[in-house]
């Protein structure tokens, strides 16, 4: 078998039709929020895919595994981009309501930002110009997938 590695132009994703063969661009949509919408936009957008992610943790404390995805969530609406702590602007980390040690009753709480100085990893925290409102989407989208980071 021969592959053909076609990379499609910046702004655009290629989809191939099985039928014709034919393979088209389409524009991805400007906001984040907008592609990101199950967990497998998580993987696409970090350039891996969800069997990859699980043979890399298998054997690993499912803690660790949360956690990871936790990271690579949080830099996908980040677009890739590490928060800079020296340009005066807002980061945001969501905080959660753990209603019990079990994890019953856990739900979205507050949100909180920092400045200069953090109480939280640098990874773990949203950045840029919509970074409340990236928070806000991803905690509605995978607030079952918060809970796992947190309480397994």
């Given at each position: 078998?021969k ?13 191939f ?21 199950s ?11 969800e ?48 209603g019990?040690?079990?994890g ?7 949100f ?5 100085l ?35």
């Amino acid at each position: 078998m021969k592959t053909l590695k076609i990379i499609p132009p910046n702004g655009q994703e290629a989809c191939f039709d099985k039928k014709t063969g034919e393979i088209t661009f389409k524009e991805l949509p400007k906001d984040i929020k907008e592609r990101i919408n199950s967990i497998e936009d998580i993987f696409k957008l970090n350039g891996t895919t969800e069997d990859d992610f699980n043979r890399k943790w298998e054997g690993f404390d499912p803690y660790h595994k949360h956690h990871e995805f936790e990271l690579l969530m949080v830099s996908a609406y980040n677009e890739g981009k590490m928060p800079n702590f020296t340009d005066g602007t807002d980061k945001y980390y969501p905080i959660f309501n753990m209603g019990s040690p079990s994890g019953v009753g856990f739900s979205f709480f507050v949100f909180d930002f920092w400045h200069s100085l953090s109480g939280v990893g640098a990874r773990q925290v949203f950045c840029g110009p919509n970074a409340k409102a990236n928070m806000l989407d991803a905690v509605k989208k995978f607030l079952p997938q918060y809970k796992d980071s947190r309480t397994i």
